[in-house]
């Protein structure tokens, strides 16, 4: 996984999600905080306490596209980084990390999981 990407969320920030196939697009917002990175499974969990129009989007494309940046590190021309996530995403609600998951965050009600298909680094 992309170390400078790594970097970046271990800064508190705004993520934004977006489905960028539906007619209108579905875009949510959630903290850079509440994601969980799977490195080895190259995967996104994120709570989803709402998120009803992205699960809804869901049913005729999962693709969706995350952006996420911090100002404190670095980026490709000076201060702030920001990257673009393009991913396919599924909502689980039961098994170990849901379990883990709520745990951490008990106002759940499903986990965003996204499968990473490209990184990209934009500034």
């Known amino acids: 996984m992309n170390p400078k990407f790594l ?3 271990q ?3 705004p993520v934004t999600i977006v489905t960028i196939n539906a007619q209108p697009a579905s875009v949510v917002n959630t903290w850079g905080s509440y994601v969980n990175i799977n490195e080895a499974g190259n995967y996104l969990l994120i709570p989803a306490a709402g998120m009803r129009s992205i699960e809804h989007d869901f ?3 999962n693709t969706v596209v995350l952006t996420m940046g911090s100002k404190a590190v670095e980026g490709t021309v000076g201060p702030g980084a920001g990257f673009h996530v393009h991913g396919t995403g599924e909502f689980i609600e039961a098994g170990a990390e849901f379990d883990a998951m709520q745990a951490k965050f008990p106002w759940i009600r499903k986990v965003l999981k996204v499968n990473i298909k490209e990184i990209q680094q934009k500034i």
Do not use: F, L
């Open 59 to 61: 049913a005729t494309d």
């Open 11 to 13: 800064h508190e920030g």
């Open 7 to 9: 970097e970046v969320m």
